[in-house]
Nanobody, 116 residues
Framework: QVKLVESGGGLAQAGGSLRLSCTASGSIFSFNAMGWYRQVPGKQRELVAVSFNSGGTNYADSVKGRFAISRDNAYKTVHLQMNSLKPEDTGTYYC??????????WGQGTLVTVSS
């Protein structure tokens, strides 16, 4: 059973930086997608960034140029470096794992708060 554990959330000032990390435990497929989603109360969870084992990445338009996703396949870890933070980046960030067979796992979420 795959489990995801996130860390690195917290409080930052606008213009500051935070780094989120997510480590998978259990047996995961080598071919997978791991990424980060964000949710704020009353809104749907939205994609922030995703990393594919092939090396490809995809970002939400709102974070392009500010956020960077990276992964370490050996340690089954994915990171999200968040720079130039804005108050609208505030939300709960969820790590996500998706296998080519359709298995999908979510982390417990980590809160990011950006003050103006």
């Amino acid at each position: 059973q795959v489990k995801l554990v996130e860390s690195g959330g917290g409080l930052a000032q606008a213009g500051g930086s935070l780094r989120l990390s997510c480590t998978a435990s259990g047996s995961i497929f080598s071919f997978n997608a791991m990424g980060w989603y964000r949710q704020v109360p009353g809104k749907q969870r939205e994609l922030v960034a995703v990393s594919f084992n092939s090396g490809g990445t995809n970002y939400a338009d709102s974070v392009k140029g500010r956020f960077a996703i990276s992964r370490d396949n050996a340690y089954k870890t994915v990171h999200l470096q968040m720079n130039s933070l804005k108050p609208e980046d505030t939300g709960t960030y969820y790590c996500n794992y998706r296998s080519p067979r359709g298995q999908e796992v979510w982390g417990q979420g980590t809160l990011v708060t950006v003050s103006s």
